[in-house]
């Protein structure tokens, strides 16, 4: 194929062929905008309940006579149609929102409780933030954060607080289950992580989405148990590309990797790497065939 040559850009042809290729991308929008409309405009008409089928002739009713009965307005969680599908009323919808946004106001209620409840870092505000969150008639006793006994060198810091486990118990009432893990200092320099610890916490959440909690935290067993699963071990030595495949998969995070063992088959390897981070600590990683991509 040959190549064209010019002795100067011909500026006016390529503003031209812009100008066309801006036409173009403006009539593509306009016709993908097009098709997202109808595509919408379909789904409501199949989500929205059919209209019975047209008759040839008006049945003949018999007259209404009053009725003492009261008609029910209670929303049904689903709405049949003509070909016997379901489908999800507008009331259903409403009803599993706010059961997802309820869960989620009561996890972070207690997660919040619990990170601060925990935290003693010198700020006795705190307290108050803790005070603010209890529901009304619940009292906090004296606590480490404000107790002017306690040395300034103790401190603590939650880590991070995850609910794993609501449950509820009464209408407006849930009992959350949450791990959390600090990090605390016996002198004021030397900062440890301690053990997961876990707690029940009970919340109580009102009307207008209101939430507070309904006591102090209550001690429970973690739930990182161990496990009596058993892992098959990889036997035998890879003597194809394994090595080499592994190395360059481990050098995407640190070109100076290396491999410090290497077992399996060809088809089925692992290999463990060490890998050093910008902390200067090496790190011994595993890598899978069959977890890579």
Same mark, same amino acid.
Request: charged content about 20%; glycine content about 6%.
């Given at each position: 194929?040959?190549? *064209?040559?010019?002795? &100067?850009?011909?500026?006016?042809?390529?503003?031209?062929? %812009?100008?066309?290729?801006?036409?173009?991308?403006?009539?593509?929008?306009?016709? +993908?905008?097009?098709?997202? =409309?109808?595509?919408?405009?379909?789904?409501?008409? !199949?989500?929205?309940?059919?209209?019975? %089928?047209?008759?040839?002739?008006?049945?003949?009713?018999?007259?209404?006579?009053?009725?003492?009965?009261?008609?029910?307005?209670?929303?049904?969680?689903?709405?049949?149609?003509?070909?016997?599908?379901?489908?999800?009323?507008?009331?259903?919808?409403?009803?599993?929102?706010?059961?997802?946004?309820? @869960?989620?106001?009561?996890?972070?209620? +207690? *997660?919040?409780? =619990?990170?601060?409840?925990?935290?003693?870092?010198?700020?006795?505000?705190?307290?108050?933030?803790? &005070?603010?969150?209890?529901?009304?008639?619940?009292?906090?006793?004296?606590?480490?954060?404000?107790?002017?006994?306690?040395?300034?060198?103790?401190?603590?810091?939650? *880590?991070? +607080?995850?609910?794993?486990?609501?449950?509820?118990?009464?209408?407006?009432?849930?009992?959350?289950?949450?791990?959390?893990?600090?990090?605390?200092?016996?002198?004021?320099?030397?900062? /440890?992580?301690?053990?997961?610890?876990?707690?029940?916490?009970?919340?109580?959440?009102?009307?207008?989405?209101?939430?507070?909690?309904?006591?102090?935290?209550?001690?429970?067993?973690?739930?990182?148990?161990?496990?009596?699963?058993?892992?098959?071990?990889?036997?035998?030595?890879?003597?194809?590309?394994?090595?080499? !495949?592994?190395? @360059?998969?481990?050098?995407?995070?640190?070109?100076?990797?290396?491999?410090?063992?290497?077992?399996?088959?060809? *088809?089925?390897?692992?290999? !463990? =790497?060490?890998? /050093?981070?910008?902390?200067?600590?090496?790190?011994?990683? +595993?890598?899978?065939?069959?977890?890579?991509?």
């Amino acid at each position: 194929m040959s190549t *064209e040559q010019y002795e &100067e850009i011909p500026w006016a042809q390529l503003l031209a062929d %812009d100008q066309e290729r801006r036409r173009r991308t403006r009539w593509i929008a306009v016709a +993908a905008l097009v098709v997202v =409309v109808v595509g919408v405009l379909a789904v409501a008409a !199949v989500l929205r309940p059919s209209a019975p %089928d047209p008759i040839d002739a008006a049945p003949s009713w018999p007259t209404p006579t009053a009725s003492t009965t009261p008609t029910s307005t209670t929303p049904s969680s689903t709405t049949s149609i003509a070909d016997g599908a379901m489908v999800i009323s507008e009331a259903a919808l409403r009803a599993t929102t706010t059961s997802v946004l309820t @869960d989620e106001i009561v996890k972070l209620r +207690a *997660e919040t409780f =619990v990170a601060d409840y925990f935290t003693v870092d010198g700020d006795p505000a705190i307290v108050e933030e803790l &005070e603010a969150s209890l529901a009304s008639g619940v009292d906090l006793p004296q606590l480490p954060h404000d107790d002017p006994q306690r040395p300034a060198h103790l401190l603590s810091f939650v *880590e991070r +607080a995850d609910a794993y486990s609501w449950y509820r118990i009464a209408e407006d009432r849930w009992i959350v289950g949450v791990a959390f893990r600090t990090l605390y200092t016996t002198d004021g320099a030397t900062w /440890t992580r301690s053990p997961v610890h876990a707690v029940a916490v009970g919340v109580v959440l009102d009307a207008a989405g209101g939430s507070g909690i309904v006591d102090l935290p209550m001690p429970i067993v973690e739930p990182l148990q161990r496990t009596t699963a058993r892992i098959d071990p990889y036997t035998g030595s890879p003597t194809g590309p394994a090595a080499a !495949v592994a190395l @360059d998969y481990a050098r995407l995070v640190d070109d100076g990797a290396t491999i410090a063992e290497l077992s399996g088959t060809d *088809e089925r390897w692992r290999a !463990v =790497v060490e890998v /050093t981070d910008r902390s200067g600590l090496t790190w011994p990683l +595993a890598i899978r065939s069959d977890l890579l991509p």
